[in-house]
Nanobody, 116 residues
Framework: APPVESGGGLVQAGGSLRLSCTTS????????LAWHRQAPGKQREFVAR???????NYAESVQGRFTISRNDVGNAMYLQMNSLKPEDTAVYYC???????????WGQGTQVTVSA
């Protein structure tokens, strides 16, 4: 089953939101979990990634404002978003990848809207 996102909503500029993503895939098989986003009229873009070993990557546009993490089991991922800007408005998608199983699964997305 694809991962499921939650936690989106409407927030004022400067505010915070925490997104969650849960996956039913075997945590031991996952190579990484990632967040992407797509704003209206724009292409989907990478936001952040957390690897099996715990290393993380961030898009330059969110570096220092967003933090990606996961639970100890490895089947849930979070995106803490602080100092939100109107340009962060987008649908945020969770991606779960297992190279071993040849799986690259995407969630349905959760809407984040930041008002000026």
């Amino acid at each position: 089953a694809p991962p499921v996102e939650s936690g989106g909503g409407l927030v004022q500029a400067g505010g915070s939101l925490r997104l969650s993503c849960t996956t039913s895939q075997d945590p031991g098989s996952l190579d990484f979990l990632a967040w992407h986003r797509q704003a209206p009229g724009k292409q989907r873009e990478f936001v952040a990634r957390i690897w099996r070993g715990g290393n993380t990557n961030y898009a330059e546009s969110v570096q220092g404002r967003f933090t990606i993490s996961r639970n100890d089991v490895g089947n849930a991922m979070y995106l803490q978003m602080n100092s939100l800007k109107p340009e962060d408005t987008a649908v945020y998608y969770c991606e779960a990848v297992s190279y071993r199983n040849g799986e690259d699964q995407w969630g349905q997305g959760t809407q984040v809207t930041v008002s000026a």
